[in-house]
């Protein structure tokens, strides 16, 4: 495979997106019914949509969807009632099964414990200043302050893509090596297919992105090992970790870290699009947070409930179960309708309005309980430092009347296909 051209990045973005794009629905109008008429579906709501699953979709195994805040935090919370193992038949196959989010039990905690240390709050703070405030600022925002105006989501796909393969350990010095490295993670998520003639190409493409991934990262745990891995970087420190004695081979590394690639930048894109976009669709409140950055980080935790990426999870049910008097049998699927929770009106007062003031309660957009996102934190800091870079550096920036409004859609992987803004 060639190196990337800036196109080829921005086109496998695009193509994800559509993949997930489900029917074009008022989403957030449909989940309020349910909510009320049907909490516990029998059904597969998302599929109804033509979103694609993550798991390894057997039309035998019967699947339920949920809808209301308790029931998606009662499962969310179980995992030993409520597992995840057979995400390795689906996307996890792509991986060799070694994904911490197809991990159960004892497995999944052991892993989880010997690479939490890594995604610690003191962990990336230390990072914070130059490999992630510095490379935003100088790299990114200052080339385009002269310009006047931009497509924000240009800035939102490469930054974060930038930053956490710096932070993982790749050289920086090698932009069209990691635009390449982006494409192929981004062409895995393509991988899962509702439409049967377009599963077995995603499939193959996905299958050589993931060998093509897998050889680049395996030289840099190479190399990263042969100097001892005594660098502050996440391969290094994967290669220092241990828990109850174990450590991590080669292997194990490449293979985590080329999990972790998909979601890396993906994620942290869209909740930057999205939170940029509800922030200048209401300029009293731009103008607030830019006068008060204490509230940075409530805008960035009430964007991702009121308009989470990742809009559902689903778990597989180890025992026979009922939730709200529906029998659940014994290896059904169960889909929590994360967008719905996080707007329950039984839970939020006023669920369906963006208010960075709201009484913190936890929502769903990283996960809850034993799986939620172990990079979480990273991404936080990310979209802080590129929110208080943009608001230091883009004066009066708004939205460019000149072009078409952003739109947060998608019925998963939701947010912004583009965010024209101007400043001054």
């Given at each position: 495979m060639s190196n990337?051209p800036?196109?080829?990045?921005?086109?496998?973005?695009?193509d994800?997106?559509s993949?997930y794009q489900?029917?074009?629905?008022d989403l957030h109008a449909?989940y309020a019914?349910?909510?009320k008429t049907n909490?516990?579906?029998e059904g597969n709501?998302?599929?109804?949509l033509g979103v694609?699953?993550?798991?390894?979709?057997?039309?035998?195994r019967?699947?339920?969807?949920l809808?209301?805040?308790?029931?998606?935090?009662?499962?969310?919370?179980d995992?030993s009632?409520?597992?995840s193992?057979?995400?390795?038949?689906?996307?996890?196959?792509?991986f060799?099964g070694?994904i911490l989010?197809?991990m159960?039990?004892?497995?999944h905690?052991n892993m989880?414990n010997?690479?939490?240390?890594?995604f610690?709050?003191?962990?990336v703070n230390r990072?914070k200043?130059?490999r992630?405030d510095?490379?935003?600022?100088?790299?990114f925002i200052?080339?385009l302050?002269?310009?006047?105006?931009?497509?924000?989501?240009d800035f939102a796909l490469?930054?974060?893509i930038r930053?956490?393969?710096?932070?993982i350990?790749?050289?920086s010095d090698?932009?069209?090596?990691i635009?390449?490295?982006?494409a192929?993670?981004?062409?895995i998520?393509a991988?899962?297919?509702?439409d049967?003639?377009?599963?077995?190409a995603?499939?193959k493409?996905?299958?050589?992105?993931?060998g093509?991934?897998y050889d680049?990262?395996?030289?840099?745990?190479?190399?990263r090992r042969?100097?001892?891995?005594?660098?502050?970087d996440?391969?290094?420190?994967?290669?220092?970790?241990e828990?109850?004695?174990r450590?991590?081979?080669?292997?194990?590394?490449t293979?985590?870290v080329r999990?972790?690639?998909p979601?890396?930048g993906?994620?942290?894109?869209r909740t930057?699009g999205t939170?940029?976009t509800?922030l200048?669709?209401n300029?009293?409140?731009?103008e607030?947070?830019?006068?008060?950055?204490?509230?940075v980080?409530?805008?960035?935790d009430?964007?991702?409930?009121?308009e989470p990426?990742?809009?559902?999870?689903?778990?597989?049910?180890?025992e026979?179960?009922?939730?709200?008097?529906?029998k659940?049998?014994?290896?059904?699927m169960v889909?929590c309708?994360?967008s719905?929770?996080?707007?329950?009106?039984?839970?939020?007062?006023?669920?369906?309005v963006?208010d960075?003031?709201?009484?913190?309660r936890p929502?769903?957009?990283f996960?809850f309980?034993p799986?939620?996102?172990?990079g979480?934190?990273?991404?936080k800091?990310e979209i802080?430092?590129?929110?208080?870079?943009?608001?230091?550096?883009?004066?009066?920036i708004?939205l460019d009347p000149s072009?078409?409004?952003?739109e947060?859609?998608?019925?998963?992987?939701?947010?912004p296909h583009?965010?024209?803004?101007?400043w001054?």
């Open positions: 990337a800036k196109s080829e990045l921005e086109k496998v973005f695009a994800v997106a993949n489900g029917s074009d629905i449909v019914k349910m909510r909490p516990v579906m709501f998302m599929e109804q694609p699953s993550i798991a390894g979709v057997d039309p035998n019967p699947c339920f969807t809808f209301k805040y308790d029931d998606v935090m009662h499962v969310m919370r995992a009632q409520f597992t193992g057979f995400i390795a038949e689906g996307l996890g196959a792509f060799d070694l989010t197809a159960d039990g004892d497995q905690r989880r010997l690479l939490q240390p890594v610690m709050p003191d962990t990072w200043a130059d992630i510095g490379v935003i600022r100088e790299e200052k080339p302050v002269p310009q006047k105006s931009a497509d924000l989501m490469y930054f974060p930053v956490i393969y710096s932070l350990g790749f050289p090698q932009p069209e090596k635009k390449q490295y982006a192929w993670a981004l062409a998520l991988g899962p297919q509702v049967p003639a377009k599963a077995q995603a499939k493409a996905a299958m050589e992105a993931v093509a991934l680049a990262i395996k030289l840099v745990v190479a190399e042969a100097e001892g891995g005594t660098g502050d996440l391969i290094s420190r994967l290669i220092q970790a828990y109850e004695g450590s991590l081979d080669d292997h194990e590394i293979t985590f999990s972790l690639l979601a890396a993906e994620t942290t894109t930057f939170l940029m509800l200048l669709e300029p009293e409140l731009l607030r947070v830019r006068n008060d950055r204490s509230l980080n409530k805008a960035i009430e964007s991702i409930r009121y990426v990742a809009t559902f999870k689903v778990r597989q049910a180890a026979d179960t009922e939730i709200r008097g529906v659940i049998p014994k290896g059904a889909s309708i994360v719905s929770a996080n707007r329950d009106e039984d839970v939020y007062e006023n669920a369906d963006f960075i003031d709201r009484r913190p929502s769903f957009g996960g309980g799986h939620m996102c172990i979480q934190f990273v991404a800091t802080n430092c590129a929110l208080n870079t943009v608001l230091d550096m883009m004066p009066n708004r072009k078409p409004a952003p947060i859609t998608g019925a998963q992987l939701r947010g583009q965010l024209h803004v101007i001054d």
